[in-house]
């Protein structure tokens, strides 16, 4: 008997345990006909995760889903689980989550959810809350619960459930949670009092009733802090210094979106777009307060980098980034190493250093074959005319050796007036001479109508006149300046490009005079220069068209040169925080406004076109560089025949008129000497 009441006694504690711990469960299941009405009549998804802490609810709920052709995955709260494993890129595209509030481990649920940004419309929230209020399980701490968020909470009501959508404008701006409600249950039967998809659309969720939004901008001047500076300057239509023309134009298509969407924006300003803390990954500028969150959206665009994706969303692509080097074709710009049309001034540029070389070297080959030609005449073939001999006092100075060398001399001189086509007289008698004086005339046609055709074009294709190129700009006489503005200093820090490199070393290396524009000014300094000539500036062109349309006539636009390459043309991406709450229903805004032609207005205004060249033709003189060639080769290659003073020698000889002056007072001193050693 002892021992029976013994374990009589340890009995009833133990009853009463699982008593009190079915009771336990039995509270903390949720209804299966709830959420099974949530996932297939209001949601409609495929896919469904259930966090819970009761095995009824993994039971009954899991057999009733997959019942309805549910793809059913199951996490207790109460176990260790990691949620970016769970909610995967490889979920499907639309999937609801229900979640026991009543569980302990709900709370860390949902804010590990808010922080890792879940709350979006990947996902369908299903927070079975009953007798818990919405205020306590969405505190402010949970700070991602915006305008994007899907989530449906289920209380219990007097005669049956009830269904709200949740969201807000902005938790993490103090903006009150708002509630809608979607549809009851009475019976098993569901009444359903708005469309769900409604509730969550853009069109429903669209007022933000005067909310402030965290804005960012970028104005390189000193002394912009307020608000109120910077919405001064953004709003002006005219071009500010230092703020880049896709600043004003991001601005104003958030202007779009702060009228379709009824919020204001507090601008804080930044004086750079990137960098970084030394050699730390802290970002610096308008990217690191974007990508640390501390802004809601940006007026300003950034460039596309592959670094980039994984920090930041875009919400919308339209400007199209395009510097170049602006000046003004003067005749005296050519640019060494360019082709024929750019050098068309310049008297050597139709042929390249290569081919004259080559041509002179064929020349020089056709003068020494004929010398040989004559050599062998006069030592093997002895043709020799006595008739022309003349018998005088000088006779020991005129031997075969002195004629021989006069005709060599002769051969020279006859082969330059070929190539000048000048003809030739006498005619040569032998047969291998006249094959050689054909192949030297042919020689000549040839390159003379090359040169010739090439002169001619590149004089008539004035388009392609001057520097085109980022390596030609550098080794131009043009003076070259930078619009002040940051991304410009960030490119000389930065960039490792071999062009860039040489373009600071050569023009930006040295000081300059206070006469002259410094390295760094702006488009309205700029202008004079440019319409001057023999100065180069770097701007985004949009920026500089509306000033030199205003300042330049007919023929200086047409003279207007674009040397781009020193920067990339590319669309620039108007970004948000990576999976901001704003980015879907912000981007939705902005394909809504495209597709409207509202986007396409704002570009026509703010996107100038180059002005057009109204000239039929221009005609640039040539300058002094191009033809200071011609006249060298003029003075030192001139044909002439150097006559002596002696009436018994009449000995041709080749030269310039600074060289036939050279070798007439050689030639005159020769003979002389020559003279007095036969009279010795």
């Given at each position: 008997?002892?021992?029976?009441?013994?374990?009589?006694k340890?009995?009833?504690?133990?009853?009463?345990?699982?008593?009190v711990?079915?009771?336990?469960?039995?509270?903390?299941?949720?209804?299966v006909?709830?959420?099974?009405?949530?996932v297939?009549?209001?949601?409609k998804?495929?896919?469904?995760?259930?966090?819970?802490?009761?095995?009824?609810?993994f039971?009954?709920?899991t057999?009733?889903?997959?019942?309805?052709?549910?793809?059913?995955?199951?996490?207790?709260?109460?176990?260790?689980?990691?949620?970016?494993s769970?909610?995967?890129?490889?979920?499907?595209?639309?999937?609801?989550i229900?979640?026991?509030?009543?569980?302990?481990?709900s709370?860390?649920?949902?804010?590990?959810?808010?922080?890792?940004?879940?709350?979006?419309?990947?996902?369908?929230?299903?927070?079975?809350?009953?007798?818990?209020d919405?205020?306590?399980?969405f505190?402010?701490?949970?700070?991602?619960?915006?305008?994007?968020?899907?989530?449906?909470y289920?209380?219990?009501?007097?005669?049956?459930?009830?269904?709200?959508?949740v969201?807000?404008?902005?938790?993490?701006?103090?903006?009150?949670?708002e509630?809608?409600?979607?549809?009851?249950?009475?019976?098993?039967?569901?009444?359903?009092?708005?469309?769900?998809?409604h509730?969550?659309?853009?069109?429903?969720?669209?007022?933000?009733?005067?909310?402030?939004?965290?804005?960012a901008?970028?104005?390189?001047?000193?002394?912009i802090?307020?608000?109120?500076?910077?919405?001064?300057?953004?709003s002006r239509?005219?071009?500010?210094?230092?703020?880049?023309?896709?600043?004003?134009?991001?601005?104003?298509?958030?202007?779009?979106?702060?009228?379709?969407?009824?919020?204001?924006?507090?601008?804080?300003?930044?004086?750079?777009?990137?960098?970084?803390?030394?050699?730390?990954?802290?970002?610096?500028g308008?990217?690191?307060?974007v990508?640390?969150?501390?802004?809601?959206?940006?007026a300003?665009?950034a460039?596309n980098?592959?670094?980039?994706?994984?920090?930041?969303?875009?919400?919308?692509?339209?400007?199209?980034?395009?510097?170049?080097?602006?000046?003004?074709?003067t005749?005296?710009?050519f640019?060494?190493?360019?082709d024929?049309?750019?050098?068309?001034?310049?008297?050597?540029?139709?042929?390249?250093?290569?081919?004259?070389?080559?041509?002179l070297l064929?020349?020089?080959?056709?003068?020494?074959?004929?010398?040989?030609?004559?050599?062998?005449?006069?030592?093997?073939?002895?043709?020799?005319?006595?008739?022309?001999?003349?018998?005088?006092?000088t006779?020991?100075?005129?031997?075969?050796?002195?004629?021989?060398?006069?005709?060599?001399?002769?051969?020279?001189?006859?082969?330059?007036?070929?190539?000048?086509q000048?003809?030739m007289d006498?005619?040569?008698?032998?047969?291998?001479?006249?094959f050689?004086?054909?192949?030297?005339f042919?020689?000549?046609?040839?390159?003379?109508?090359?040169?010739?055709?090439?002169?001619?074009g590149g004089?008539?294709?004035?388009?392609?006149q001057g520097?085109?190129?980022?390596?030609?700009?550098t080794s131009?006489?043009?003076?070259?300046?930078?619009?002040d503005?940051?991304?410009?200093k960030?490119?000389?820090?930065?960039?490792?490009?071999?062009?860039?490199?040489?373009?600071?070393?050569?023009?930006?290396?040295?000081?300059?005079?206070?006469?002259?524009?410094?390295?760094?000014?702006?488009i309205?300094?700029?202008?004079?220069?440019?319409?001057a000539?023999?100065?180069?500036?770097?701007?985004?062109?949009?920026?500089?068209?509306?000033?030199?349309?205003e300042?330049?006539?007919?023929?200086?636009?047409?003279?207007?040169?674009?040397?781009?390459?020193l920067?990339?043309?590319?669309?620039?991406?108007?970004?948000?925080?990576?999976?901001?709450?704003?980015?879907e229903?912000?981007?939705?805004?902005?394909?809504?406004?495209?597709?409207?032609?509202?986007?396409?207005?704002?570009l026509?205004?703010?996107?100038?076109?180059?002005?057009?060249?109204?000239?039929?033709?221009?005609?640039?003189?040539?300058s002094?560089?191009?033809?200071?060639?011609?006249?060298?080769?003029?003075?030192?290659?001139?044909?002439?025949?150097?006559?002596?003073?002696?009436?018994?020698?009449n000995?041709?000889i080749?030269?310039?008129?600074?060289?036939?002056?050279?070798?007439?007072?050689?030639?005159?001193?020769y003979?002389?000497?020559?003279?007095?050693?036969?009279?010795?």
């Open positions: 008997m002892p021992d029976q009441n013994e374990h009589c340890m009995k009833i504690p133990i009853c009463m345990f699982v008593f711990l079915v009771a336990g469960e039995k509270n903390l299941d949720m209804d006909s709830v959420l099974t009405n949530f297939v009549n209001l949601v998804t495929k896919h469904t995760i259930v966090f819970s802490c009761s095995l009824k609810d039971r009954e709920t057999f009733a889903l997959m019942e309805r052709n549910q793809f059913v995955s199951v996490v207790h709260l109460n176990d260790t689980y990691s949620l970016p769970i909610l995967t890129i490889d979920s499907h595209a639309r999937t609801s229900l979640v026991n509030a009543r569980c302990s481990g709370s860390e649920l949902l804010f590990e959810a808010s922080e890792n940004r879940y709350f979006n419309k990947s996902y369908q929230w299903c927070i079975w809350g009953v007798d818990l919405v205020q306590s399980l505190p402010l701490k949970l700070n991602y619960v915006g305008p994007n968020a899907q989530i449906t289920v209380n219990e009501t007097n005669d049956g459930y009830a269904y709200w959508d969201h807000s404008k902005g938790r993490h701006l103090k903006s009150q949670l509630i809608h409600l979607i549809a009851t249950l009475i019976n098993g039967t569901i009444n359903i009092i708005s469309d769900i998809t509730l969550q659309s853009i069109d429903f969720r669209g007022q933000f009733n005067g909310l402030t939004l965290r804005g901008s970028v104005i390189d001047k000193e002394n802090i307020s608000n109120e500076q910077i919405e001064s300057i953004l239509p005219t071009k500010d210094s230092g703020v880049a023309a896709f600043i004003k134009y991001h601005y104003e298509l958030l202007g779009l979106l702060r009228e379709r969407f009824n919020f204001t924006v507090n601008f804080r300003n930044s004086r750079g777009w990137a960098g970084r803390l030394g050699n730390t990954t802290f970002r610096l308008l990217l690191g307060i990508m640390r969150n501390e802004a809601d959206i940006a300003s665009g460039f980098r592959i670094n980039r994706f994984a920090e930041f969303d875009i919400i919308h692509q339209s400007w199209k980034f395009e510097t170049a080097f602006l000046y003004r074709y005749p005296d710009l640019t060494p190493g360019g024929s049309a750019a050098w068309a001034g310049n008297f050597l540029s139709p042929f390249s250093a290569r081919v004259w070389f080559f041509s064929t020349l020089a080959a056709f003068s020494i074959i004929w010398v040989l030609f004559e050599v062998i005449d006069g030592k093997f073939l002895d043709k020799r005319d006595n008739s022309q001999k003349q018998e005088t006092s006779e020991c100075a005129l031997n075969a050796k002195d004629k021989l060398k006069a005709a060599c001399i002769e051969r020279v001189l006859q082969t330059f007036g070929a190539c000048c000048q003809g006498p005619n040569p008698k032998d047969r291998s001479v006249r050689l004086v054909m192949t030297l042919l020689f000549s046609l040839v390159m003379y109508n090359y040169y010739t055709s090439s002169v001619v004089l008539l294709s004035s388009s392609d520097p085109a190129t980022v390596d030609q700009i131009s006489p043009l003076t070259i300046s930078f619009e503005i940051g991304y410009y960030v490119l000389f820090r930065e960039s490792k490009n071999q062009s860039i490199t040489r373009l600071i070393e050569k023009k930006l290396s040295s000081s300059r005079s206070s006469k002259e524009l410094p390295i760094f000014s702006h309205e300094e700029a202008v004079p220069y440019l319409k000539g023999g100065f180069a500036f770097h701007c985004e062109v949009v920026d500089a068209y509306p000033v030199i349309a300042f330049f006539d007919a023929n200086e636009i047409c003279d207007l040169r674009e040397v781009s390459g920067m990339e043309v590319e669309i620039l991406n108007w970004i948000l925080h990576k999976n901001s709450q704003y980015t229903i912000f981007r939705t805004a902005m394909c809504n406004a495209q597709e409207k032609g509202f986007v396409e207005r704002i026509r205004r703010r996107q100038i076109k180059k002005p057009t060249c109204l000239s039929l033709y221009t005609v640039y003189p040539v002094i560089s191009g033809v200071l060639p011609a006249f060298i080769i003029l003075i030192c290659m001139h044909d002439m025949i150097i006559r002596k003073s002696s009436d018994l020698i000995l041709p080749t030269g310039g008129i600074i060289v036939s002056l050279t070798l007439l007072c050689v030639e005159k001193l003979v002389r000497l020559k003279m007095a050693n036969c009279r010795v």
